[in-house]
């Protein structure tokens, strides 16, 4: 079972959002490698699985670990954060400004296969990394395949 993004109103209002990030950003020139909605920035994320775990890193440059919170409620995983913006120096001019700052939330639905009690979370180097232990029944076991001789 796969890690799910938790998208609670739907692909209706996923595809018109991509549509209007297509649009911001062919009239601004800017890269998605963030997305920034009203006043709120999310951070990439690789999902990835190994034979005993789910592993979430997401990068957070900048932060701390006590900007950083991990929740889970029921089978939702929260990520939140605040990126705090920095004292401008009084004769700096801005010309291009491509930092992110501001509040962040991601949120996954996680696969019923995940021990949530066992889940531990990292911070090291502005990466965050998450990892979701895998129910014993759940991992997956490598089964011998005998083949009978015949006449």
């Not at 998605?32 to 990835?48: K, Q, T």
């Not at 957070?60 to 929260?78: F, M, Q, R, Y």
């Not at 995940?114 to 990892?131: C, N, R, Y």
Request: glycine letters at 6%; zero cysteines; aromatic letters at 10%.
């Amino acid at each position: 079972m796969e890690l799910v993004p938790w998208r609670p109103f739907g692909e209706e209002i996923s595809s018109l959002r991509r549509e209007m990030d297509n649009i911001w950003n062919r009239f601004f020139g800017e890269t998605p490698l963030a997305r920034r909605v009203a006043g709120e920035w999310w951070p990439s994320v690789d999902m990835s699985e190994t034979r005993d775990s789910f592993i979430i890193k997401t990068e957070l440059p900048g932060l701390d670990a006590k900007d950083v919170n991990v929740s889970i409620s029921g089978d939702i995983l929260t990520i939140k954060g605040e990126k705090k913006r920095e004292e401008e120096e009084k004769d700096e001019h801005h010309y291009r400004a491509e930092r992110y700052y501001g509040s962040f939330e991601r949120s996954f639905q996680l696969p019923s296969s995940v021990q949530a009690d066992k889940v531990e979370a990292t911070f090291e180097k502005g990466v965050l990394k998450i990892s979701l232990p895998k129910v014993e029944e759940a991992k997956k076991k490598q089964i011998e395949v005998k083949v009978k001789g015949g006449k």
